[in-house]
């Protein structure tokens, strides 16, 4: 059984991302966690510079053990101004440095991860 990791990015508690993702997955077994709780910061791009990335002192790391445990991954993130959510956004920007942190096999793990996306949308009422 693939084992299924759900990246909530909304800044809601039970909000629409979150129930959406409830009925998408009801009855199958996931690991979800809320990127709110957790501290990234932002990323600070030193892919060009000779001695590369900083050590950052954060929780992004958790994270990415996390992802490089399990085989499909479901981004779920509300729309704000047209893209995905700021929690998400810094999230996704930090991959950068995994991608030249030494530490994971990051780019190699990713190719064999099945990857969805779960973005809910709501019309206006009236």
Known sequence: MAKI??????????????????????????TRINIRDFLIQPIVDKRHDPEG?????????????????????????PIYWYGMSGH???????????????????KEEMKKKKAFVNYPTAKAVG
């Not at 990335?53 to 779920?76: K, M, N, P, R």
């Not at 998400?88 to 990051?106: A, E, G």
Request: aromatic share 10%.
């Open 5 to 30: 990791l759900v990246l909530n990015g909304s800044s809601r508690e039970n909000g629409n991302t979150e129930q959406l993702t409830d009925v998408i997955l009801e009855g199958v077994s996931s």
């Open 53 to 77: 990335f900083t050590t950052v002192a954060d929780d992004y790391d958790q994270i990415i053990e996390l992802v490089l445990q399990h085989d499909v991954l479901i981004f779920a993130t």
């Open 88 to 106: 998400m956004k810094q999230f996704i920007d930090r991959w950068s440095q995994s991608l030249r942190d030494t530490r994971f096999s990051f």
